[in-house]
């Protein structure tokens, strides 16, 4: 059976302290007593490489959505204390199994899900989702070459990444959707659509909010509903 690789995960808190080890053997002399513009420059260049990274997490086992402050493996839930697991892992060959994680997913192009769930925070698929059930509970990103049954995909938004040409037969219900390729869709969305630079959307759209950037295409029916 494949597996799949755990990409790099960075402890906040060493993170922090190894930056700060190495602004100090960077850092000159220090400056002489009273030159205080020296000092407050030295000192704000080691605070900002201290600032932790933040990330918006949503719960895979009760949808709560909270920000995380820093890279770290897992954290608890705010709302269910469920222990969360936080790492991003990449598919690059066939794969079947039980996967869950609040991090994100990336089915490569030589990447084929053949059987199994996932369920991940951001699911980025270049390759083929052959059968199983995916659920991302953020963002599913559709880039060239990906390959799937609309039955077997699941998720809150969709992005269409430049030079993706995706046909969707059945309606399709969206929180937000962003399009730099091309989408051909009875799309219903109950956020913001916007179409970027390059993007094209054919057929029909019912959304609350839509936004077509210069260079960016509409072709179809259009519905906007409060």
């Not at 420059?41 to 605070?47: F, I």
């Not at 769930?117 to 990906?146: W, Y």
């Amino acid at each position: 059976m494949a597996t799949t690789r755990k990409d790099g995960v960075v402890d906040s808190y060493a993170a922090i302290k190894a930056a700060g080890r190495a602004a100090q053997s960077r850092a000159p002399t220090a400056p002489a007593a009273g030159n205080a513009d020296e000092l407050q420059k030295l000192g704000a260049q080691v605070r900002q490489g201290a600032v932790p990274t933040k990330q918006l997490i949503e719960c895979y086992e009760c949808g709560y959505r909270f920000q995380l402050h820093g890279r770290v493996p897992k954290t608890n839930c705010n709302k269910c204390r469920a222990t969360l697991d936080l790492t991003d892992h990449t598919i690059n060959e066939r794969w079947s199994g039980t996967l869950k994680t609040a991090g994100a997913v990336r089915v490569t192009v030589d990447g084929v899900v053949e059987a199994g769930s996932i369920t991940c925070n951001d699911f980025i698929l270049e390759g083929a989702v052959q059968a199983g059930l995916v659920k991302a509970m953020r963002k599913l990103e559709l880039r060239p070459g990906a390959r799937f049954s609309e039955h077997n995909l699941q998720a809150a938004d969709l992005v269409i990444a430049a030079g993706a040409s995706i046909a969707l037969i059945e309606p399709a219900e969206y929180r937000d959707v962003e399009i730099a390729g091309t989408l051909r869709a009875n799309l219903h969305t109950s956020g913001l659509v916007t179409i970027h630079p390059g993007g094209l959307l054919e057929g029909e759209i019912h959304s609350a909010h839509l936004i077509v950037e210069d260079g960016g295409g509409l072709l179809g029916v259009v519905e906007i509903h409060s």
